[in-house]
């Protein structure tokens, strides 16, 4: 079936390092992906999407490339803020006869320090 | 602002009590879901509905039903709660799956402690 696999966190970062998440897909068709970012007590947003292949997501200075060919929708940003401190999820839509629904990976807590 | 809204933040209840989370919406959106969020599993599909009266079951449906009765409010009973279910739950919405491309809108979470 579909699935999503996330880099284990915690991540710990300077401010103004450079952050790499990595999300890895398996998914029949062609799906969209996304990623998700929940900060402390809060629900989830949407950070940024792309619907197909070679697409770039781009949000907050937070960038993703949908890589077909590596099944992969790895999220970056050059630079990040204390406020960028959250917990980070990749997802991708999944469609079967009733709907559709996200698939979400088990999400990347994202710690950076000043 | 359009939004997702939970009825509660935080809510305690006794073994063997039934349960009612709510969940409304005010984007006239299609497709309502509920999941559940714990640490190091992430994010569990438990229902979703893609209209009123309709419901499917995600990945873990058991010891759970919902309610759509009408289009903005998407309703998660607990028959009989258990300590294992104690966990957040999150609402989102979407419009119709042929522009689900669009993503989700999520509501704050309830966070639930069965005792």
């Known amino acids: 079936g579909n699935s999503v696999t996330q880099m284990e966190g915690p991540v710990t970062l300077s401010e103004e390092a450079f952050l790499t998440i990595n999300c890895t897909y398996t998914a029949t068709g062609y799906p969209s992906l996304f990623w998700y970012v929940q900060y402390p007590g809060e629900g989830l947003q949407l950070l940024l999407k792309a619907t197909k292949a070679d697409d770039k997501g781009s949000n907050k200075g937070f960038e993703a490339t949908y890589r077909k060919e590596t099944t992969s929708f790895h999220l970056e940003k050059g630079s990040v803020q204390v406020s960028d401190s959250a917990v980070y999820f990749c997802?991708?839509?999944?469609?079967?006869?009733?709907?559709?629904?996200?698939?979400f990976g088990k999400g990347t807590t994202l710690s950076v320090s000043s | 602002d359009v939004k997702v809204t939970q009825s509660s933040r935080y809510l305690v209840k006794r073994t063997g009590e039934k349960v009612f989370l709510e969940c409304v919406q005010d984007?006239?959106?299609?497709?309502m879901f509920w999941y559940r969020q714990d640490p190091g599993l992430g994010l569990r599909l438990i229902y979703f509905?893609?209209?009123?009266?309709?419901?499917e079951k995600g990945d873990i449906p058991e010891g759970y039903s919902v309610s759509r009765e009408k289009k903005e409010r998407f309703s998660l009973i607990l028959e009989s709660a258990s300590t294992n279910q104690t966990s957040m739950y999150l609402c989102?919405?979407?419009?119709?799956?042929?522009?689900?491309?669009?993503?989700?809108?999520f509501g704050s979470g309830t966070r639930l402690t069965v005792v």
């Open positions: 509905s893609y209209d009123v009266k309709m419901k």
């Open positions: 989102a919405s979407s419009l119709e799956w042929g522009t689900d491309h669009y993503g989700y809108t």
């Open positions: 997802a991708l839509s999944s469609a079967n006869q009733a709907g559709t629904a996200l698939i």
């Open positions: 984007m006239d959106h299609e497709n």
